[in-house]
């Protein structure tokens, strides 16, 4: 499974930013979907999943609220809607697939990865 994540950048504080994971074509739907991130000097921690139909979906706490995981399974994408972005917000954000069954929470839990995208929130 290929996966690549974009659309991060620099931002301000309080604004709204969309990241995007592609995902390989005719797998998508077999996996559940999640979003990760790793601040500089931290662990890589859970942001986001959304299970294989998109129905259920399950957030840290540190974004509920603010984001919003969905997925489009006819266009093999996963995307990450941030808003009110907060300085603690900045990090290297990670989609990940997983075939296990439910919404895992943690990294390893994760079968495939992709490459992250650096999203930097300015205060």
């Known amino acids: 499974v290929q996966l690549q994540a974009f659309g991060g950048g620099l931002v301000q504080a309080g604004d709204s930013l969309r990241l995007s994971c592609a995902t390989s074509?005719?797998?998508?739907?077999?996996?559940?979907m999640g979003w990760f991130r790793q601040a500089p000097g931290k662990e890589r921690e859970f942001v986001a999943a959304?299970?294989?139909?998109?129905?259920?979906?399950n957030y840290a706490d540190s974004v509920k609220g603010r984001f919003t995981i969905s997925r489009d399974n006819a266009k093999n994408m996963v995307y990450l809607q941030m808003n009110n972005l907060k300085p603690e917000d900045t990090a290297v954000y990670y989609c990940?697939?997983?075939?296990?069954?439910?919404?895992?929470?943690?990294?390893?839990?994760?079968?495939?990865w992709g490459r992250g995208t650096l999203v930097t929130v300015s205060s």
């Open positions: 990940a697939a997983a075939r296990k069954f439910g919404i895992p929470l943690t990294t390893y839990e994760y079968d495939y």
């Open positions: 074509a005719r797998t998508s739907s077999d996996y559940v």
């Open positions: 959304i299970n294989r139909r998109g129905g259920s979906t």
